[in-house]
């Protein structure tokens, strides 16, 4: 993840995906564990490949040491940044279910959660569904320049119910710079 992270914060550095309205999306796959300390992993030499019944296959390398308070800096510091979890496995723990769930918290994210591998799809596409129907709403509508106008805008999300209000105001003669935070 933290090797993630610094991927996005690269982009953006490059003006990539660094506009006013964008959004950075990661998507983490785990089963609440540390996995990787069957080898040291701290010499960036050291690299090679795994292989799960010829189904799965993956290549690593090492990294520096990282906390998991790390992490959740790196990810504070990136408010574009969206981290959602998706944790997988029949045996996670709390411990590990309660930093999934607070890693996706902390970039205003989404945790998902499911047993086995049999519904990975089905939460992919939760994931999906999440960011690709982030969206832009307009609405015009003659105001009165001399008068200061309140507004609030309300959101819902349809599978989990969670809601949110925003109030703000403005001018009909205020600069659309000036409405922008």
């Given at each position: 993840?933290?090797?993630?992270?610094?991927?996005?914060?690269?982009?953006?550095?490059?003006?990539?995906?660094?506009?006013?309205?964008?959004?950075?999306?990661?998507?983490?796959?785990?089963?609440?564990?540390?996995?990787?300390?069957?080898?040291?992993?701290?010499?960036?030499?050291?690299?090679?490949?795994?292989?799960?019944?010829?189904?799965?296959?993956?290549?690593?390398?090492?990294?520096?040491?990282?906390?998991?308070?790390?992490?959740?800096?790196?990810?504070?510091?990136?408010?574009?940044?969206?981290?959602?979890?998706?944790?997988?496995?029949?045996?996670?723990?709390?411990?590990?279910?309660?930093?999934?769930?607070?890693?996706?918290?902390?970039?205003?994210?989404?945790?998902?959660?499911?047993?086995?591998?049999?519904?990975?799809?089905?939460?992919?596409?939760?994931?999906?569904?999440?960011?690709?129907?982030?969206?832009?709403?307009?609405?015009?509508?003659?105001?009165?320049?001399?008068?200061?106008?309140?507004?609030?805008?309300?959101?819902?999300?349809?599978?989990?119910?969670?809601?949110?209000?925003?109030?703000?105001?403005?001018?009909?003669n205020q600069a659309v710079e000036a409405c922008v935070e």
């Amino acid at each position: 993840m933290h090797y993630g992270i610094g991927v996005h914060e690269g982009l953006y550095d490059q003006g990539i995906a660094a506009g006013q309205r964008d959004q950075q999306v990661m998507v983490v796959f785990s089963d609440g564990d540390d996995n990787h300390s069957f080898f040291d992993n701290r010499d960036p030499s050291f690299s090679g490949t795994g292989n799960l019944n010829n189904l799965l296959f993956w290549n690593y390398t090492g990294y520096a040491n990282t906390t998991l308070d790390d992490i959740k800096t790196r990810i504070m510091a990136n408010p574009d940044l969206r981290v959602y979890v998706i944790a997988f496995g029949d045996n996670i723990g709390e411990e590990g279910r309660i930093h999934l769930r607070e890693i996706a918290q902390l970039s205003r994210a989404q945790y998902f959660s499911g047993g086995g591998g049999d519904n990975l799809g089905q939460l992919f596409n939760s994931v999906k569904r999440e960011f690709i129907t982030m969206q832009t709403l307009g609405v015009e509508t003659p105001l009165d320049p001399a008068l200061a106008h309140n507004f609030s805008l309300r959101t819902e999300h349809l599978a989990s119910g969670a809601q949110g209000t925003y109030d703000f105001g403005l001018t009909a003669n205020q600069a659309v710079e000036a409405c922008v935070e």
